[in-house]
C-alpha cells in the first residue's frame, strides 16, 4: 500500500497544523465571549490530534491514534464541565464575558 | 519549506488535501471572526468536518468516524445547546478594547513565526517515507491496543467521563433560595 | 552474648517502661499499685544487676553490648553501646538496691501526696538514666545519662512546683549543672578530636599505645572533664545547689543527691582514671578541691538548723573527701566511700524523712528534740549510721574515711590535716543533730506532741536495711585484705594502691582518726547534752557563727558576680540591641510589604491579559529551548 504521506508530505501536515493551532491561541485572545474562547480551544485540540495521526501514519504506528482518543475523551470531559460552568456563571452575572470574571484579582 | 504543489501536474490526493486544508484554516477563522456565537458554532462544525476529511485521507477510518460523532456530534450539540440556552446573539456581544485586538494581533503572529522558525531550523527529512504494508490501523487493531497496553487508562477515561458527567449535573443545577 | 544483651536491655528498659507506665496511666491506676509498679521496675533491675555481677565475679570478665551504630562522620565512630564491667556493675548495685529500698519507701513516705504517680514515673525516669550514664560504653551515652538524670533532679526538685521556692531551687541545680556539663562537654569534645573516639576501652588502648601524646591538651580535657564532675558532684565552686536541692521531697534527696546523681562526677573520673593518671597538675587541682570543699561545706553544716540542710552540707564534704582521695589517684578508695556513703547518707536522709513525717513536715531542729522514745527505730538506725559517718571503728564509714585520709597522709600532709579537720567537724555536727533531735525533751507544740508516732513499716524497713548496711558495708574493704581492691584491680593501669602494710604509722593515724571522731562527739554532747543549748534563732545569731550560718555568704557573692551583671548585660541588650534589631527586622518586613502592596497592582484579575502574558512566555520558552543554541 502507497503511503500517503509520499504525495502530500509530512511537513504540509505540520504547517497546517501549526496555523490551526496558532489560530486557536488568537481566538483565545482576541474574543472576550468565553463561548468562542472554548472554541478556540477545541481548534487547539484539533491542532494536536491532527498531528498526533499525521505521526501515526508517519511512524506507521498506531499509538498516535490510540492517544488521540485519550485526548476526545479528556476534551469531552472539559467541555462538558466547562459548559455547565459557564452556564452557572451566565445565571449569576448576566454575561459570559471573560472581563467580569476579575475574582483572581490580588 | 512549504512545498507547494504544482496544480497543474497535481495527483487527486494533493488536490483534494489542498482544498481540505483551505477550508480548515478558513472555517476555522470564521469563527472567531464571526459575530453571532451560532454563526460561530457552524463554521466549527465544518471545520470539524473537514478535519475528519483528514483523517480519512490518512487513512485512519475509525478515527473520523469517532471523530465526527463526538465532535461534530456531541460537542458541537452541546454549544449550540448552551447557545440557544443562554439565548445569545449579536446583542451580546461585548465591547472589545484596540490595545486587546492588537495584543491578540501581535501574540499571534509571534507564536506563528517562533513555531514556523523552529520547524525551518529543525533537521529537515531525508528520504522517502515507510510502508511497511502492516496494517496498523484497523478498528480491529487499535482495538487490540486499546484494550491490551492502554486496557488501564481506556478504564480511567471511563470513570472521568463518568465523573464530569455528574460534575455537570451538579453545576447546573439550579440552587434552591435559602 | 545474646543473653547478656537481653539482661542489658531489661536491666535499662525496665525502670524507663514503669516511668511510662506510671506517666500515661498512673492517675487511673491508683496510689498503691503505681508506687507498686514502680518500685517493681527498679526491683526487677536489681535482681538483673544481681544476675551481672554474679557472672562478673565468675567470669572477671567485662561485659560488652553493642546495640548500633549510631554517629559515623568520617574517622569519628560512635556506638550506642553498653559496657558491663567491675565498676558499672558496682555503681549499679546501690543505684539499683538502694534505688528499690527509696521507691518502697517512698509508697508510704509520699502517700498523701495528689501527685504520686508523678513522683513514681520521675524517680522511674531517674534510675533509667541513672544506669545509662553507668553502663554506656562511650562518653557520649554517659552523657546522656548525665543530661538525664539533671533533668529528673530538676524536676524533682521542683516536685512541690506550688511553692516559688522550690522551683527557683529547682532552677538554681539545673542552672549550676549546665555549667558543669559545658565543661564535660569540651573535655568530650578534645578527647574526641585527639583520638576520634569516645569509647572507653578504644580510648584506653589508644592512650596507653600513643608515643608522643600532646600532654598538655590532655590536661586541659582532663581539667574540662573534672569541671563537669564538680558541677554534678556539688564541688567549690559549683556546689551551692545541692544544699537548696533539699526542697525536694525527702526519699529524692536520699536517692539523688546523696546516694546516686551526685557521685556521677566521681564515677566519670575513675571511669577515665587513665586519662587523669596524665594529668598530674589536674590531680592536684582535685585533691585540692575536694579537701577545701570538705572543709568549708563541713564549717556551714556546724551551725544550721534545718535537718536536711545539715545533711546536705555533710554530703558535699563527704564528695570532698571522695574527690581528695581521686586527686590521689587512689579510685578504688573514693570508689569505697561512694559505697560506704551511699548506705549511711541514704539511712541519714530516710531517717530525717521518717522525724519530719512524724512531725508533719518540721525540718527545724529546733523544734525538735526527745524523738528517742517516740520513734525507736527511726533514732537507732540513724544513730548507726551518725557513728558510722563519725568513723567511729568497726563501721563502714570507719574504714572508708581511714583509708582516704591514709592516703591523704602519704601524699601531703596539709591535705590530710584539713580533711581530718572536717572529719571531726562531721562528727560533730552529725551528732549535734541526733542530740537536738532525739534527746531532752520536745521542743515542738503540744499538738505535735501528741501526734508522735513511729513511722510504718514500709518506712522503716529500708532504714534497717541500710542500718545494716551501714554497720556491715566496710567488709568489703577490710584494711590489708581488700576484696573491693582485687574486684576492681582490672579496671586500672596502676598497681593500685602499692600494697598497703599496715605499720605503725598507719596505726597511728587510725587512732589520732578515732580520736578525733570521738573528740567531735564528746563536744557535741557537752554542749547540746550536758549544758542542753538550743541553737539560738536567726535574729540572734552574731559574730562567725553568723557567717557560717548563711554559708559564708557564697549565694550573696555569686548573685553579686555573676546574677548581676548578667541581669546588667540583659537589660543593655534588651534595651539597645533588641530595639535595634527589631527595627532592622521590622523595616525588612515593611519593605517587603511595601513592595507586595505595590506588587499586587499588576494583579488586574483581567483573564486576557494573563493570557496574553501566557502566550509571550510560552513562545519566549519555546524560542528558547530550540532556537536558542
Redesign the interface.
Known sequence: ????????????????S????????????????A??V???I??ML?AV??LF??F???H????G??F???S??????????G??????I??NLG?????N?????? | M??IPDLAHA?T??VI?CFL?FI??AT??M??FSRN?IH??IY?VI??FS?AG??L????Q??AI??II??SG??MI??LF??M??N?NER???H?PRI??L???V??CL??IV??AI?INSKP?VG???????D??SIK??GK??LNE?MV?FEF?SI??L???I??VL??K?EKLK | MEMDTNLALLLVLTPFLGFLINVFFGKSLGKTVSGTIGTLAVAISFIVTLLLFNQITTTGKAIEVTLFDWIQISNLKINLGFLLDQLSVLWLLFVTGIGSLIHLYSISYMHDDENLHKFFSYLNLFVFFMITLVIGSNLLVLFIGWEGVGLCSYLLIGFWHKNQDYNDAAKKAFIMNRIGDLGLLIGMFIIGSMFSTLDYATLKTAIAGASNLNLPLLSLAALCLFIGACGKSAQIPLYTWLPDAMAGPTPVSALIHAATMVTAGIFMVTRLNFVFDLAPDVQTVIAVIGAITSLVAATIGLVQNDIKKVLAYSTVSQLGLMFLALGFGAYEVAVFHVITHAFFKACLFLGSGSVIHGLHGEQDMRKMGGLRKAMPITFWTMLISSLAISGVPFFSGFFSKDEILLTAFHHSIPLYVVGSVASIMTAFYMFRLMFLTFFKEFRGTEEQKHHLHESGALITFPLMILAILATFGGLISLPGNSWLNEYLAPLFTKVAGEEQHLGTTEYTLMGVAVLGGLLGILIAYIKYFKQNNVPESDENITGLTKVLYNKYYVDEIYDAIFVRSVNGLSVFFRDYIETGLSTLVFGLGKITDELAFQ??????????L???VF?LGLCAIVSYIFLAQ
Open positions: 500500500m502507497d503511503n500517503i504521506l509520499n504525495q502530500i508530505g509530512i511537513e504540509n501536515y505540520i504547517f497546517l501549526v496555523v490551526l493551532f496558532c489560530i486557536g491561541i488568537f481566538g483565545v485572545l482576541y474574543r472576550r465571549n463561548i468562542i472554548f472554541m478556540s477545541e481548534i484539533n490530534n491532527l495521526v499525521a501515526s501514519t508517519y506507521q504506528d498506531a499509538q491514534q490510540v488521540v482518543f485519550f476526545m475523551a479528556v476534551a469531552a470531559a472539559e467541555v462538558a464541565v459548559l455547565a460552568i459557564l452556564v452557572s451566565f445565571r454575561s459570559i464575558s471573560i472581563d470574571l476579575k475574582n483572581l484579582k490580588g | 512549504i512545498h495527483t490526493v494533493q488535501f486544508a480548515t484554516i476555522a477563522f469563527t472567531i456565537p460561530s458554532a466549527l471545520c470539524f478535519i483528514h483523517y485521507l490518512l487513512n485512519a475509525f478515527l469517532v471523530h463526538v465532535y456531541a460537542i452541546l454549544f448552551t447557545i440556552l443562554m445569545l451580546h456581544q461585548v472589545r486587546t485586538r495584543g491578540a494581533i501574540s499571534f507564536i506563528l513555531l514556523i520547524f527529512i522517502g517515507y515507510d510502508s511497511t504494508g502492516e496498523f490501523q487493531v487499535l491496543i486499546l492502554y487508562p477515561a472521568l467521563l465523573v464530569a458527567m460534575g455537570t453545576l447546573s439550579k | 506588587g499586587k497592582k499588576i494583579q488586574t484579575g483581567s483573564i486576557g494573563y493570557l496574553f502566550v
